[in-house]
């Protein structure tokens, strides 16, 4: 690669940075919907016709700063699980971890995780692209229960007889190997999880739970249950 070459592709790493960024502060300020490619480059100095060789609509940028965030969150839930399973931690342990890494992550990022766990941005329908980095998490999730039950530690839900042809379409596509009433059990924990931080985020806990962060450790062990995940030994 070229000096001048080299030197072109930093300066468009950094000005992508500098629109991300100016981007991520108009989401704190007034919301993803009101979310403007004129108002970025007009804070950053740019003209528009410049700042569309970087993202073409409103959509691209959008779905920019929606990747960043899940990478983000599932590095962050990444990172606190491979420390709990190198101090050798139970499922049940690894588990909370990642639990609590997600609340700290929405806690420290609440507008970025507004924007990916929020209200839906009018006019706007996310890429596929976005999928593989959304999943970041729950797939560190069905690994923990994969884990406890390759290991002969899971402690199988029962039965819902009700919803078996469901269960076992379910499992077939996002976790062959596991009982398809654990795979049901861990799609409703994951939908939980993130409600019981979307509560706390949002303000629903406000003038109910005060020990917010031992009512969290309280409530995630109990969705690790309901998965079949128990307290023990590692």
Same mark, same amino acid.
């Given at each position: 690669?070229?000096?001048?070459?080299?030197?072109?592709?930093?300066?468009?790493?950094?000005?992508?940075?500098?629109?991300?960024?100016?981007?991520?502060?108009?989401?704190?300020?007034?919301? &993803?919907?009101?979310?403007?490619?004129?108002?970025?480059?007009? +804070?950053?100095?740019?003209?528009?016709?410049?700042?569309?060789?970087?993202?073409?609509?409103?959509?691209?940028?959008?779905?920019?700063?929606?990747?960043?965030?899940?990478?983000?969150?599932?590095? =962050?839930?990444?990172?606190?699980?491979?420390?709990?399973?190198?101090?050798?931690?139970?499922?049940? +342990?690894?588990?909370?971890?990642?639990?609590?890494?997600?609340? #700290?992550?929405?806690?420290?990022?609440?507008?970025?995780?507004?924007?990916?766990?929020?209200?839906?941005?009018?006019?706007?329908?996310?890429?596929?692209?976005?999928?593989?980095?959304?999943?970041?998490?729950?797939?560190?999730?069905?690994?923990?229960?994969?884990? @406890?039950?390759?290991? =002969?530690?899971?402690?199988?839900?029962?039965? &819902?007889?009700?919803?078996?042809?469901?269960?076992? =379409?379910?499992?077939? +596509?996002?976790?062959?190997?596991?009982?398809?009433?654990?795979?049901?059990?861990?799609?409703?924990?994951? @939908?939980?999880?993130?409600?019981?931080?979307?509560?706390?985020?949002?303000?629903?806990?406000?003038?109910?739970?005060?020990?917010?962060?031992?009512?969290?450790?309280?409530?995630? #062990?109990?969705?690790?249950?309901?998965? #079949?995940?128990?307290? #023990?030994? =590692?």
């Amino acid at each position: 690669m070229s000096t001048a070459h080299g030197a072109r592709a930093r300066a468009r790493i950094e000005v992508t940075a500098a629109i991300k960024d100016e981007a991520r502060r108009q989401l704190a300020a007034q919301g &993803a919907a009101r979310l403007s490619l004129r108002a970025v480059s007009r +804070e950053l100095g740019m003209v528009s016709s410049a700042l569309y060789r970087y993202f073409p609509s409103r959509d691209d940028l959008l779905t920019a700063l929606i990747i960043d965030a899940y990478d983000s969150l599932g590095e =962050r839930a990444e990172a606190a699980h491979e420390a709990a399973a190198g101090a050798e931690a139970s499922p049940f +342990e690894r588990w909370i971890t990642v639990c609590e890494a997600v609340r #700290g992550w929405a806690l420290d990022h609440p507008h970025e995780y507004a924007l990916i766990y929020g209200s839906p941005v009018p006019g706007y329908t996310a890429p596929d692209v976005t999928v593989p980095v959304a999943a970041r998490v729950g797939l560190l999730l069905i690994g923990i229960a994969r884990d @406890a039950h390759q290991g =002969r530690a899971l402690d199988r839900p029962g039965p &819902a007889d009700d919803l078996r042809p469901e269960a076992e =379409r379910m499992a077939a +596509e996002l976790a062959p190997d596991l009982p398809p009433e654990v795979v049901t059990a861990l799609v409703a924990a994951w @939908a939980q999880l993130y409600g019981l931080v979307g509560f706390e985020l949002f303000g629903q806990f406000n003038r109910v739970v005060e020990d917010r962060e031992t009512f969290f450790r309280h409530a995630v #062990g109990q969705l690790a249950r309901g998965v #079949g995940l128990v307290p #023990g030994p =590692r």
